[in-house]
């Protein structure tokens, strides 16, 4: 089954203790980005990814750090989290494609509840 | 900052009434998607588009590139059509657009009454 996978689904941890969340897809997707959903904001994108060693900044990188090692994975790494940025995260992945830099459909994880204290 | 507007915030509907969302955003943009969000947090993509129209099932989008606009349509809507409908847009590189960054609209809260 094709899909996108978050783990974990729900964490709740302190301030500055370092952590991963980690993303996988089954897809051979291309594209990979991480957001953020929080009420009356809306999502945000945080990180994306073209291609495996290729990534780049959204709208709110500030305190994230990504890596795309293989093109399956895109973990979300958190090195000193803090209280704002408990929020609701959504990774999802997509094709490219052929013309110019347009994304096919997205498929989203099933998002990961992060509470930090 | 370019932004992405969706109305309205909130639509309440009787089962079977015909539904219209819309996108308006401020610049030009090369790929517009349609998101839906249900009640349990899921998120689920309806269409990407960057011109014309797209229809799959009772869904139909729509967008009118020189107006800065989309909509999304429901025929005969469904209480299983409640659900919290997203825009996003990918702005052109001309209008500041990363390579492929997405803006959001705030989503438009649906409620459909059996």
């Known amino acids: 089954e094709a899909q996108v996978t978050q783990n974990p689904r729900y964490l709740i941890t302190v301030t500055g203790k370092k952590l991963t969340v980690t993303c996988s897809q089954n897809m051979n997707h291309e594209y990979m980005s991480w957001y953020r959903q929080d009420p009356g904001l809306g999502l945000r994108q945080i990180y994306y990814s073209m291609n495996v060693e290729v990534t780049d900044k959204g709208d709110v990188p500030e305190g994230y750090k990504v890596s795309r090692k293989e093109k399956r994975n895109f973990p979300l790494i958190l090195e000193s989290p803090s209280p704002n940025q408990t929020s609701l995260y959504f990774c999802?992945?997509?094709?490219?494609?052929?013309?110019?830099?347009?994304?096919?459909?997205?498929?989203f994880g099933p998002g990961t509840r992060l509470t930090v204290l | 900052k370019n932004e992405v507007e969706q109305s309205p915030q909130n639509l309440t509907a009787q089962e079977g009434e015909f539904i219209t969302i819309n996108c308006s955003y401020s610049?030009?943009?090369?790929?517009l998607h349609w998101l839906q969000q249900h009640p349990g947090g899921g998120i689920v993509s309806l269409f990407m588009?960057?011109?014309g129209k797209k229809k799959h099932g009772r869904l139909i989008a729509t967008i009118n590139i020189q107006e800065k606009h989309s909509s999304l349509h429901i025929t005969a809507s469904h209480p299983r059509d409640s659900a919290v409908y997203i825009c996003?847009?990918?702005?052109?590189?001309?209008?500041?657009?990363?390579?492929?960054?997405?803006?959001f609209g705030k989503g438009t809260h649906l409620i459909i009454q059996p």
């Open positions: 996003a847009v990918r702005f052109d590189v001309y209008s500041g657009g990363g390579a492929d960054g997405l803006t």
């Open positions: 588009l960057s011109s």
């Open positions: 999802a992945s997509s094709n490219i494609m052929t013309k110019g830099a347009l994304t096919d459909t997205q498929y």
């Open positions: 610049v030009g943009i090369s790929a």
